[in-house]
């Protein structure tokens, strides 16, 4: 997934034929005939009512129909008990063009004084009380456009739709994004591949299999990604069947993971500072660091403890940074720390050359008994895996798995999407529960197409907003799309056993907005997710989640609901209010029984 399908597209005559897209995709935007209806219907800023016209569409005359809107413009916070103005929605005035609730910057500084920024907590999530989120709809910035389509936007986006030129102006000398008149143009660099990724991705094959092979043959299948940039590193694992997971905060590199969505690249905004990320232990063959501005060696390397957490048995830590070859300032101090900490955790360094430094976690009990005994490292408590690593402060000890407890060695793709992982039996999911899900979605994908009734590259970035086992996103495998699988925080750790399928993801808490960028996503899929949190309470209503679907999906993009009949009806009364369009069909469920299934289309709008 994620691009996998598209593998060949990135081959040696892949520039010419991206060129020839993007030409064709650029001289059809404006007469409609490639992205379908792209102007978007106006609502008036300054009288609150709306006013305007909406696009022709090519069968339309040369004369615009007219739509009028009753929703106003008006900058409205989330009251107790909720409260829908009869008229719709209000919508957020245009300067909230990327509110990102949980990463406010105005509402982070009103915190400083109680967060601990020597250890940078101000990058991580902070959500602002429920009387002071927004709760409007968030609007598209002036001139915003319809994305460009995958593959293609691997290597452009329309400029107007992440108007920031700061990543331009300070990383254009490395490759990160050039402006191309009205685009972004991506040549594939990095701070520490400024000729490119490919080439640096073939580096780290030739060092982990000591020059026999690549990142495939070196056995990685899922790698994590931090301080991605703008995860040109990502996009040139796909041809790999690798998938990533990226993530930045949002921070002084201004809107790098609004950059990777808008390509069509996984990513989200998340900081590794004093809690674990919301990642799965052991979910990871590879994590990797290309400048990514992280003191690992302070703490007492609590943050490369999670690294450990997150790395499965044999994985690769990847540290290409000044340390690993600069013999000036305080660097080699710097390194010095970093071997004493991966020696203490027992890793291995197996490369450094280039620039890079790569470590092996060596899985090695008696090592990590002795340097306990040494007084070098702390063992971590017993750790409850069947919850959900959300919101859990960092430990600065490592796991001790047991020496009678054999390794489980994972299929590559595409073997691994069947797996049925040890995780699930000790939550008690069954096999024949887990293949009866997979079973039950390759099927209903199939319908989920006809009744939107596009073609398969209308879609590309997918968020399955309770993924139970990741069926959904199996069933989604030959599709050009990669998919967010979100397992709630209230329900048991299923996470990991999407993770050992080879797929990624990430747990959270839908009573809080998602840690990304508004319109990021073109498909979110919700299966019974509104019953899952139906009582509980403030800040976790229906129209709460809704309002943040609305604020991560794209313009046109769509939403999947199926749930009990009772909230299925309410949603549909309340989709016009949110300027969805929303149709009602009958599907049958995993028992066989019929269930009611929305199909919700977000209206492509602006302020005028």
């Not at 949002?250 to 690249?265: C, M, S, T, V």
């Not at 998340?270 to 290309?290: D, G, R, V, W």
Request: net charge neutral.
């Amino acid at each position: 997934m994620g691009g996998y399908a598209l593998g060949s597209a990135f081959d040696s005559r892949a520039g010419q034929m991206i060129m020839v897209a993007l030409l064709l995709m650029v001289g059809s935007f404006y007469v409609g005939n490639l992205f379908g209806n792209n102007a978007p219907i106006y609502i008036s800023q300054d009288s609150g009512t709306s006013s305007s016209s909406s696009a022709s569409t090519p069968s339309s005359s040369s004369s615009p129909a007219i739509s009028t809107f009753i929703n106003k413009v008006s900058l409205t916070y989330r009251e107790t008990p909720l409260v829908i103005p009869a008229n719709g929605m209000n919508i957020c005035p245009l300067k909230f063009n990327e509110y990102i609730p949980c990463h406010d910057i105005s509402y982070v500084k009103q915190l400083l004084r109680s967060l601990n920024v020597s250890r940078r907590e101000e990058l991580e999530r902070h959500c602002p009380p429920l009387e002071n989120r927004l709760f409007c709809l968030v609007p598209p910035p002036i001139d915003y456009k319809i994305p460009i389509k995958w593959p293609v936007s691997r290597d452009y986006v329309w400029r107007s739709n992440v108007n920031h030129t700061h990543l331009a102006e300070v990383k254009g000398g490395q490759n990160w994004v050039h402006e191309k008149n009205q685009l972004w143009w991506f040549p594939g660099g990095g701070t520490h591949f400024k000729h490119g990724a490919a080439e640096y991705i073939q580096r780290l094959g030739n060092m982990t299999t000591d020059e026999t092979g690549d990142l495939r043959s070196a056995g990685v299948v899922q790698v994590l990604d931090v301080g991605c940039g703008v995860a040109s590193f990502s996009a040139f694992l796909l041809p790999f069947y690798i998938q990533t997971m990226s993530f930045a905060p949002k921070d002084g590199h201004e809107n790098q993971i609004q950059f990777a969505l808008e390509r069509g690249i996984g990513a989200m905004i998340s900081a590794i500072a004093t809690k674990q990320l919301p990642y799965p232990s052991n979910s990871f063959e590879m994590i990797h660091c290309s400048r990514c501005r992280i003191d690992w060696h302070e703490n007492g390397g609590i943050l490369l403890k999670e690294v450990n957490r997150l790395l499965r048995p044999n994985g690769y830590f990847v540290y290409s940074a000044p340390p690993a070859y600069r013999k000036d300032k305080d660097y080699p101090v710097i390194w010095n720390k970093l071997v004493d900490l991966t020696t203490a955790m027992c890793w291995k360094l197996i490369a450094r050359k280039v620039q890079t430094a790569i470590w092996i976690k060596e899985e090695n009990p008696s090592c990590l008994k002795h340097n306990v005994e040494l007084k070098l490292i702390d063992i971590c408590d017993a750790v409850d895996e069947t919850k959900p690593s959300w919101k859990m402060p960092l430990m600065n000890c490592v796991q001790l798995r047991s020496e009678q407890k054999d390794t489980w060695k994972l299929p590559p793709r595409p073997e691994r999407l069947s797996v049925y992982s040890e995780s699930l039996s000790r939550i008690g999911i069954s096999k024949e529960e887990f293949t009866m899900d997979t079973n039950f979605w390759l099927d209903q994908v199939g319908y989920y197409w006809k009744l939107m009734n596009i073609s398969k590259v209308e879609i590309r970035n997918v968020m399955d907003l309770n993924a139970f086992c990741g069926g959904f996103a199996v069933a989604l495998n030959e599709f050009p799309v990669w998919v967010m699988n979100i397992v709630p925080s209230s329900m048991p750790n299923t996470l990991s056993a999407i993770y050992d399928r080879g797929l990624i993801g990430a747990f959270h808490d839908w009573c809080e907005p998602f840690s990304t960028y508004p319109r990021t996503y073109d498909l979110l899929h919700a299966n019974h997710l509104f019953s899952e949190y139906e009582s509980s309470g403030e800040g976790c209503q229906l129209e709460d989640i809704m309002l943040e679907m609305d604020r991560v999906l794209r313009p046109q993009g769509f939403v999947i609901i199926r749930d009990e009949d009772s909230i299925t009806s309410r949603i549909q009364d309340l989709a016009p209010k949110f300027l969805w369009e929303v149709e009602s069909h009958i599907l049958g469920n995993k028992e066989k029984q019929n269930e009611t299934v929305l199909i919700c289309r977000k209206k492509f709008w602006a302020i005028v």
